[in-house]
């Protein structure tokens, strides 16, 4: 018990729970659901009639928020579906380190260098604009624990 001032947390979660359940007839397209355990946003759905006994049944499309895989899944229109909570934050990019590592600023000025670049087509982008000197805005979407980096644009506020 003597260990007890050794003990030193960083961050505390709240405990919150990653998702909270929806209707499945209340979903809308480009929103956002769990399909497969994977945040997903809705790119098609669409409702089949009820047979003589059953219940409407809501067929979903959705493309995942990180991986971009496509997943479906078909639900009663009555049942609950999870909703992830999505976070998206604007961060500016001060560095690049050498082994891939972002150096993002947020608005209150807070430095954080825990995400990587992004694989594929925003990656590539991302290091042509840093090494061509320009001010990057990062846009970070955050899901279940995950974060990814999923656009970046030119900072045009600092041009003022």
Do not use: W
């Amino acid at each position: 018990m003597a260990d007890i001032e050794d003990t030193h947390f960083e961050t505390g979660d709240s405990g919150a729970s990653a998702t909270y359940p929806m209707q499945c007839s209340a979903l809308r397209k480009n929103g956002f659901v769990m399909l497969k355990a994977r945040p997903c946003k809705i790119v098609e759905m669409s409702t089949s009639k009820t047979g003589k006994h059953g219940h409407a049944k809501v067929h979903l499309v959705g493309i995942d928020i990180f991986s971009g895989k496509k997943y479906e899944d078909i639900c009663p229109s009555t049942h609950n579906m999870d909703v992830p909570h999505v976070k998206r934050e604007d961060y500016q990019l001060t560095d690049i380190s050498d082994d891939g590592y972002l150096s993002l600023m947020s608005d209150n000025g807070d430095l954080r260098e825990d995400l990587k670049i992004p694989d594929g087509e925003v990656g590539a982008q991302l290091r042509s604009e840093y090494d061509a000197g320009k001010d990057i805005l990062c846009t970070v979407l955050k899901s279940c624990g995950e974060e990814v980096v999923i656009a970046v644009k030119t900072n045009t506020a600092l041009d003022k």
